[in-house]
């Protein structure tokens, strides 16, 4: 049974354009994220998925320098795209991952990928069905086959965009479980959608990181609590709905 993490990544972005390639630290954005994926030891293969435009080409150029497959697919119709993606490389479980995510935790993902394999019957399960961690962990975990019910089933522009909705909203069709953290910490954001939003994971990086080594998403909130002045960077900044550009 393999499970394949897919990392969703193109150039445009309508609010902070070529997002995912800006260098942080020592390193971009999303040679940050293909690192954190690599480090949860329940994922078999990481792979990147982006569009067939020419502007794309510096994603695929990116992920194969840490030699991460890459998958070119549509752009608008993301649920196409994984789908393909993930029948490409034998998936039998896809893990969902979004490429402006930076602070994305392996041990977080380790455990909703365990939750998933732990329930005898489950198509879907993730941390953000009920919101307790910091958005930008986000983790969805899906079997193949749900993936490809969705794929033939789904005809809302929102649920081709943004892969899961048909899944998540239809508890009757599929079974769902959500992960949950002891306490909640939804009122953070380490997402990377803004400028405010790349400021404060700026800040993130310069407190915490070193080259070569992964810090951990509790060690976020001991910094956020020692200097609460970072979450006031991007408190403001609201995230986009479904469908909205």
Known sequence: ???????????????????????????TVLAHVIERCQGA?????????TT???????????????????????????????????????ADKVVRITSDCPVLDPVVM??????????????????????????????EVFSFDALEKA???ANKSEEREHVTPYIYKNPRQFKLRSY???VDFSNYRWTL????????????????YTPG????????????????ELALINAHVEQKKLGEL
């Open 193 to 208: 959608d803004t400028e405010a939003d790349w400021q404060l994971i700026t800040e993130i990086f310069r407190f915490l």
């Open 213 to 228: 080594q992964l810090f951990y998403w509790q060690k976020v909130i001991q910094l956020m609590q020692q200097h609460p």
């Open 151 to 153: 794929f033939i089933q």
């Open 52 to 90: 067939t435009k020419t502007a794309d080409d510096p994603i695929e150029h990116e992920a194969k320098k840490y030699h991460i497959p890459c998958y070119r697919g549509s752009e608008d119709d993301v649920l196409r795209r994984y789908y393909e993606a993930a029948k490409t490389h034998h």
């Open 110 to 139: 380790n455990q909703v990928v365990s939750r998933f394999m732990d329930e005898p019957v489950v198509d879907y399960c993730s941390n953000t069905l009920e919101r307790s961690f910091p958005r930008g962990l986000d983790t």
């Open 180 to 182: 949950e953290n002891d």
């Open 1 to 27: 049974m393999r499970t394949v993490a897919i990392i969703q990544a193109r150039i445009s972005s309508t609010r902070l354009p070529g997002k995912v390639l800006l260098m942080l630290a020592d390193k």
């Open 41 to 49: 030891h329940l994922i078999d293969e990481v792979i990147v998925a």
